[in-house]
């Protein structure tokens, strides 16, 4: 059982960066793969990155490559979302989720946070 609380989201101007960070609570942290989706008015929740168990492998949306950096620290049992040059159509709340494997889609993921909003201006 994994219990996760994301947190450091905020208002931020476009081209600049911020840092979201999720801490998790169970026994069986280190075994989970671990997601970042996000969620805008009017719209579907979307993948945004993915990390494995080790750390070992990433994945990310193509909206986000080269800006986004998803790392974890399973001694601390946190993951993070390094997010830079940031956009307004960045501007969701994110949502950090544990499942088996770092998939894409929502439904690969059991455990998810409350979420933090994230707000880009222009």
């Known amino acids: 059982q994994v219990q996760l609380v994301e947190s450091g989201g905020g208002l931020v101007q476009a081209g600049g960066s911020l840092r979201l960070s999720c801490a998790a609570s169970?026994?069986?942290?280190?075994?989970?793969?671990m997601g970042w989706f996000r969620q805008a008015p009017g719209k579907e929740r979307e993948f945004v990155a993915a990390?494995?168990?080790?750390?070992?492998?990433?994945d990310y949306a193509d909206s986000v490559k080269g800006r986004f950096t998803i790392s974890r620290d399973n001694a601390k049992n946190t993951v993070s979302l390094e997010m830079n040059s940031l956009k307004p159509e960045d501007t969701a709340i994110y949502y950090c989720?544990?499942?088996?494997?770092?998939?894409?889609?929502?439904?690969?993921?059991?455990?998810w946070g409350q979420g933090t909003q994230v707000t880009v201006s222009s």
């Open positions: 990390i494995s168990w080790s750390g070992g492998v990433t």
């Open positions: 169970g026994r069986t942290f280190s075994g989970y793969s």
């Open positions: 989720a544990a499942g088996g494997l770092p998939g894409r889609v929502r439904h690969q993921y059991n455990y």
